[in-house]
């Protein structure tokens, strides 16, 4: 199954795929639809000038007539997690989406990355505060894109690291981020957005322990169009929801992402290794064993 990763308000004109059963989910990054500078202005705390608080009212617009239109076609929304400097607002622009239009069913989901130290208390208060305000939570969990930048901003900045300590730091926090999602299951939807075959596992096992259904309607897999289909197959062979993020959008838009997916080779530890290793094997077994 494929989903879209929207970077433009053209995405709209599209009704958000309404009605094709094989696109289950729309997708877009926030910076497709503000300036990132206003963002970060805005994140900060500092006062927005008058043609600035027209301009975040146009972002916030936007992003409500997305879900406004996922929330009246039936379509789930997932909106992309980035940059920390800019993060907090669009957490609140989404728990206010999710707030209006999560009431009987979740169509509006944020993204949690769990490479941020203060990620898992962040999920556990969104779980309390959705509790608490009677409404649906929808979470895409992934581990982070941004860890190189975060860092770098961080030292040059002279302010705390918000990323992991390690590697084995965000997978901790990661498998943890699971079981929360698991044992609130009855009133949010997660997407379990990873290439890494454990926490895949994991997923799978938490739902067995449960007696949940392979096919849960609030329990997806994702990973990346062209990444990791050995895990995409396999899940879905055992009747796994499961789609793949298909990035698009103008050149300029997309390439950014693009070039972080080729960047990623360095900071995924062993992620393009192990996909090799495997065709390798499978190429062997293919010439020894035959098809
Ligand atoms: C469907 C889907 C949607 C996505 N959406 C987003 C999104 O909205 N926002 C976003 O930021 N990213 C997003 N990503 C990318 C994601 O955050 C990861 O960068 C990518 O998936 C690699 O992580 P992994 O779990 O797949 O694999 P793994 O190989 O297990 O993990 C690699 C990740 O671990 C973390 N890591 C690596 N080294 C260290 C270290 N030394 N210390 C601390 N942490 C470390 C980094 O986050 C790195 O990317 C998405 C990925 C997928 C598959």
Redesign the pocket.
């Known amino acids: 199954m494929l989903f879209g990763l929207i970077s433009q308000s053209t995405a709209l004109s599209r009704k958000l795929f309404s009605g094709d059963k094989n696109i289950p989910f729309s ?1 877009f ?1 926030p910076t497709g639809f503000a300036r990132f500078a206003l963002l970060e202005k805005k994140n900060s705390g500092l006062e927005l000038n008058a043609s600035e608080k027209e301009e975040f009212a146009r972002f916030v617009a936007r992003i409500e007539k997305i879900c406004q239109t996922g929330h009246d076609l039936g379509v789930p929304i ?5 940059e920390t400097w800019i993060q907090d607002v669009i957490d609140d622009v989404v728990r206010d989406m999710m707030k209006k239009y999560n009431k009987e069913r979740v169509v509006v989901h944020n ?1 949690i ?3 941020r130290t203060d990620r898992l208390a962040f999920l556990k208060e969104s779980v309390a505060h959705a509790r608490q305000n009677n409404y649906m939570l929808g979470m ?1 969990i ?6 190189e930048k975060e860092r770098e901003r961080a030292a040059k900045m002279n302010y705390a690291d918000p ?5 084995a ?3 901790r926090d ?1 498998n943890a981020s699971m079981k929360v999602c698991i044992d609130n299951i009855e009133m949010m939807s997660v ?1 379990c ?4 075959e ?2 895949s596992q994991l997923l799978v096992h938490l739902m067995k322990e449960k007696n949940l259904a392979n096919n849960h309607p609030h329990i997806w897999f ?3 169009y062209g ?2 289909d050995h895990i995409s197959y396999n899940l879905a062979k055992q009747g796994y929801n499961v ?1 793949k ?1 298909v990035p698009y959008g103008p050149l300029t838009g997309v390439l950014p992402y693009l070039i ?1 997916r080729a960047q ?1 080779n360095t ?5 393009t290794g192990r996909e090799l290793s495997l065709i390798i094997t499978e190429k062997r077994r293919r010439k020894t064993e035959g098809r």
Do not use: W
């Open positions: 997708v990054k997932f909106v992309d997690a980035e993204t990355q769990m490479y895409k992934v581990r982070g894109a941004y860890m990323i992991q300590p390690d590697k730091a965000t997978d990661y997407c957005g990873s290439h890494n454990q926490s994702s990973q990346l990444m990791s789609c993020y972080r990623e900071s995924v530890a062993g992620q």
